[in-house]
């Protein structure tokens, strides 16, 4: 399962049927979509009541904080009760290049949180330089609903603490490099039953496809890391980590 996918994107509109098919063949079943903007909410939902193997979450990016408008949050708040939506995000905090908004950053993630519990629904998060940020502002808001924190490039002590908060860590193409080798270790030590698997595609293309568009079949390119890093067998890699995933997103 390909937690993590901008199927939406206008990457794939020249060839998005062929890719879908192609990843179906080769046994991936599920890939969910989050949203990032107000204006591509409906796209994503589109895209996922097309087609069975999709599924969509709805948010608002904490990259992109001049599209957002308090008229968007209260958007969300109806949206995500309309169904199917499988979680709020992708949401968080990106302090890359940064704090000049970290106020308006956490006011933002914060009433997202909120509509995510209130919802009784999972959050996709984007962390950058945010990681204890975002812990604290999990445990003010007493958050327990789970989610997936999106590539994530943490330790292992945040890891644990994120555990205690239902979430599962978004393994991708960062660790197909082998120059990755903090990431790569911390993934090897990380409890098999937290770990899920995805792409972020368009972007986050791992070594095989470096530089160029990221698809959702390179999901395999990744488990093959994965495997590589691990002790476990790859069936039950793959068996734990589609488990994990469908668990944190309620599907059956």
């Known amino acids: 399962m390909d937690t993590h996918c901008h199927f939406d994107f206008s990457d ?37 009541i097309a087609h069975e193997e999709l599924h969509f979450a709805l948010g608002l990016h904490p ?40 106020h308006e950053q956490e006011r933002l993630f914060n009433s997202q949180i909120q509509i995510a519990m209130n919802a009784n629904l999972p959050v996709i998060i984007h962390c950058r330089k945010a990681h204890e940020d975002i812990l ?46 903090k990431i790569r270790k911390m993934v090897s030590e990380l409890s098999l039953e937290q770990i899920v698997l995805e792409t972020d595609a368009p972007d986050m293309s791992p070594v095989t496809c470096q530089g160029k568009r990221n698809t959702p079949v390179h999901i395999f390119d990744n488990f093959s890391s994965l495997v590589e890093l691990r002790e476990e ?20």
């Open 12 to 48: 794939f509109d020249s060839d998005r049927d062929q890719l879908l098919s192609d990843a179906k063949q080769k046994g991936l079943l599920h890939l969910v979509i989050p949203g990032v903007k107000r204006e591509n909410w409906r796209r994503v939902r589109e895209l996922a």
């Open 63 to 102: 990259m992109f904080m001049d599209a957002h408008t308090e008229q968007h949050l209260r958007d969300l708040e109806i949206e995500v009760t309309k169904g199917p939506v499988v979680a709020v995000g992708e949401i968080g905090l990106d302090f890359q290049f940064g704090r000049d908004n970290q």
């Open 136 to 181: 604290k502002i999990l445990s003010d808001n007493n958050y327990h609903n789970g989610g997936v924190i999106h590539a994530y490039n943490g330790d292992l002590n945040q890891a644990k603490r994120y555990a205690a908060h239902g979430f599962k860590l978004g393994v991708g193409g960062a660790i197909t490099y082998e120059r990755a080798t």
């Open 233 to 252: 067998s790859a069936e039950q890699i793959a068996q734990q980590t589609t488990t994990n995933a469908l668990e944190v997103f309620r599907l059956s």
